[in-house]
């Protein structure tokens, strides 16, 4: 059973310092990795997908890495904004569904 | 990017009552469709799959004869949860793909705060 773990498991910056959330999966046989932003009461946005033939996804000031022999991922957001406080969950695909691991709660001071 | 939508995005009902959650693929047609739970401050649980058609697959732990779900067409899954008790109280979200296989990104909805009373 894949297991998704999240570090740390909250952050708070100041406006403008950049941010690094870490995930790591147990099993490395996935076909991809999403990285997703959860505002309180809200569903999931979509920030980015590694397919696993892919090391890295970039979108605007997100970037997002992927290792899949050591079972991590990284997503690097740069220049951090207040309305980027939010919390960030990455997600594992393998046996044709996705694992979740418990987010990274961050908070951006202004 | 691709819409899911759900209805309604919240509920209260009693205690023994049965409550239908409704979620939509409105710009694409899902061959699979999932549904998740989350309590507060908790990641997202996968209840069950379900593909068009066929009958829903459940993780281990989910009562099936509670959270019936049902995926009549390839834009719409229902989930219905049973007896509701307070304990049936959470978060639910429904997320959709085009189709099971990896080349696929899964699209969530707003999800639905469901309150048991």
């Known amino acids: 059973k894949q297991e998704v773990t999240q570090i740390p498991a909250a952050l708070s910056v100041p406006e403008g310092e950049n941010l690094v959330l870490n995930c790591s999966f147990t099993?490395?046989?996935?076909?991809?990795l999403q990285w997703f932003r959860q505002d309180p009461g809200k569903g999931l946005t979509s920030l980015l997908l590694i397919q696993s033939s892919q090391r890295e996804q970039t979108s605007g000031r997100l970037n997002a890495s992927l290792d899949k022999s050591s079972g991590r991922s990284t997503l690097y957001i740069a220049a951090s904004q207040p309305g980027d406080s939010a919390t960030y969950l990455c997600?594992?695909?393998?046996?044709?569904?996705?694992?979740f691991g418990a987010g990274t709660t961050v908070t951006v001071r202004a | 990017g691709a819409v899911v939508s759900q209805h309604p995005s919240w509920v209260i009902c009693k205690s023994g009552t049965s409550v239908k959650i409704e979620c939509r693929s409105l710009?694409?047609?899902?061959?699979?469709m999932f549904w998740y739970r989350q309590f507060p401050k908790q990641s997202l649980m996968l209840m069950a799959t379900s593909n068009e058609g066929s009958k829903a697959t459940y993780e281990q732990g989910v009562e099936k004869d509670k959270f019936l779900i049902n995926h009549a067409s390839l834009t719409l899954s229902t989930l219905t949860v049973t007896s509701a008790h307070p304990e049936d109280s959470s978060f639910y979200i429904c997320?959709?793909?085009?189709?099971?296989?990896?080349?696929?990104?899964?699209?969530f909805g707003p999800g639905t705060r469901l309150t048991v009373t």
């Open positions: 710009d694409f047609q899902a061959t699979t």
């Open positions: 997320s959709a793909r085009v189709s099971a296989t990896a080349e696929y990104e899964q699209y």
């Open positions: 997600a594992a695909f393998n046996d044709y569904k996705l694992s």
């Open positions: 099993d490395s046989a996935i076909y991809n």
